[in-house]
């Protein structure tokens, strides 16, 4: 049996552990776990004036308005293939950059292409989109250089067709530097010596990779697209807000934006709570679903 006595000196030297830990339990708890009361209001006639345990109850009245909404499939439509698009073109190139940056063989050179790629992840997205906007302008850098090549300039933010196009290259100049540091640890972790014996049989740089370098980094490109998936129905709302415009709601309104509409300019809480459920278990299934084909296909699963 451990004495009481011990037990008190455990815990007194481990106090500097439990406050260490104390401050993201808090942080969590509060910012996380505690919102999620306001999930009562996607079932409720909610009023500020009654309160969530006092607002009546309606069921899924909501849910069922926002299935039969006439904005329900063109905001899930865009919801989806902008991040279909970014599972083809964004999360490759994170992929496709690490194996890059892994070739070069002059540190000085892959340190300098790193920073310079790390750099636009620490732009606030205000900055981001105000930079857009002023590229993609008529009388902007983008337009200049069509007009000196002897085309007519294009009002790029006010088509709706360039919307995904403009969204989707942004993210990727923004976030495939930064998103490839996970894909170069995994990297870092083959052993060299499977370089060294395939250098001895022959294999040329493309053999390596195709063999050592793809197969040595499918777990962690499995975990990756799987947390991607969940994220399948959501969408960095706030640089949609900064960009889109009336010209461009048929291909840019997306879930987040519609609940950002409905829940805080409409003040129809009910309704953005509702909206914001009902995309949370679609997120959740598709997880799900994406891992028990994971784990049946290649063995590799997220939980």
Do not use: C
Request: no cysteine; charged share 15%.
């Amino acid at each position: 049996m451990i004495s009481t006595t011990a037990v008190r000196r455990k815990f007194v030297r481990s106090i500097p552990l439990y406050v260490i830990f104390a401050l993201p339990f808090i942080y969590f708890l509060i910012f996380h776990y505690a919102p999620m009361v306001g999930n009562l209001m996607a079932f409720q006639d909610y009023s500020i004036v009654r309160g969530f345990f006092d607002s009546p109850w309606v069921g899924f009245k909501y849910f069922k308005q926002f299935l039969f909404d006439s904005y329900f499939w063109q905001v899930v439509r865009n919801t989806l293939l902008i991040n279909f698009y970014s599972l083809i073109f964004f999360f490759p190139s994170s992929i496709i950059f690490a194996l890059l940056l892994n070739e070069l063989r002059l540190k000085v050179f892959k340190r300098f292409i790193q920073t310079v790629t790390y750099v636009p992840h620490f732009l606030s997205t205000v900055v981001v989109a105000g930079m857009l906007v002023n590229f993609l302008s008529t009388d902007g850098l983008i337009n200049n250089l069509i007009k000196w090549f002897g085309s007519e300039p294009r009002t790029f933010m006010a088509l709706p067709e360039w919307f995904r196009t403009i969204f989707i290259s942004s993210e990727i100049w923004q976030n495939m530097g930064w998103n490839s540091i996970i894909f170069l640890a995994a990297l870092s972790s083959i052993d060299p010596q499977l370089y060294e014996a395939s250098t001895v049989d022959g294999a040329n740089r493309w053999n390596k990779m195709l063999h050592i370098t793809l197969p040595g980094i499918a777990n962690v490109v499995t975990i990756m697209l799987l947390l991607s998936l969940g994220k399948m129905m959501m969408v960095g709302f706030e640089k949609i807000i900064l960009l889109y415009s009336g010209p461009t709601y048929d291909t840019a309104d997306v879930i987040q934006t519609f609940i950002y509409r409905r829940g805080l300019i409409d003040s129809d809480f009910s309704f953005a709570s509702a909206v914001g459920i009902f995309q949370s278990i679609i997120a959740f299934g598709m997880v799900i679903s994406a891992n028990m084909i994971s784990k049946k296909i290649s063995g590799t699963r997220l939980f």
